[in-house]
């Protein structure tokens, strides 16, 4: 389905997904957070597939995602991206847990944890929030950096008009965000891998 204008995308919740996994029938399921973020937290059993990689290689993506799919990030903003993405490629029976991993982890819910790491949206807010505060601060001596303020809260007022994070695009890409190999090769390998084995379950 697509989410094209305000159409909201198809959603699970977190106990629908519980119980599914539970009986055997789990879903696919496409994590698109950073791999730091999936390192620190993530549903047993999902893919690390990152909202920029699955935007620039979906029609590939798409070959290897034939069943039903449930789409995870943080809160559900960027798995709504990926599903507009994969939906654009042609790719139906997509879903996108609703309220992503916070809601997952409230219904205490199987969660596989690693090292913990800042999710992005906090680095964004720290990143944010730090030239904010130095250019008001420097504006004192130079006055024209509170317009590098005012340039910053524009920037977030589009990120929430929009659902779009173009610090966090740039934040992700980082090598602390990157952390272990997340390349379309490995991600491919690992989806005909899991349906290989799910067919002979």
């Given amino acids: 389905m697509s989410t094209s204008g305000n159409i909201r995308p198809a959603t699970l919740d977190a106990a629908t997904l519980r119980e599914l996994i539970g009986s ?25 597939v990152p909202l920029d990689l699955l935007k620039e290689h979906r029609e590939e993506l798409r070959n290897h995602l034939d069943e039903d799919v449930v789409l995870i990030c943080r809160s559900g903003a960027r798995a709504t991206q990926a599903e507009q993405a994969l939906a654009g490629a042609g790719l139906p029976n997509l879903k996108v847990l609703d309220g992503g991993m916070l809601a997952w982890q409230a219904a205490d819910a199987p969660t596989t944890w690693g090292t913990p790491r800042w999710d992005l949206e906090r680095q964004v807010r720290l990143v944010a929030g730090s030239i904010v505060l130095v250019s008001v601060l420097a504006s004192v001596f130079v006055p024209g950096l509170k317009w590098v303020a005012g340039f910053i809260g524009a920037g977030l007022t589009f990120a929430a008009v929009t659902n779009t994070c173009a610090m966090g695009m740039l934040l992700g890409k980082l090598p602390y965000n990157r952390g272990a190999s997340c390349d379309l090769d490995t991600i491919v390998g690992q989806l005909r891998d899991g349906a290989t084995a799910g067919r002979r379950s």
């Fill in 24 to 48: 055997g029938r789990a879903p696919r399921l496409l994590d698109v957070r950073t791999p730091a973020e999936f390192g620190t937290s993530h549903v047993p059993g999902a893919y690390n």
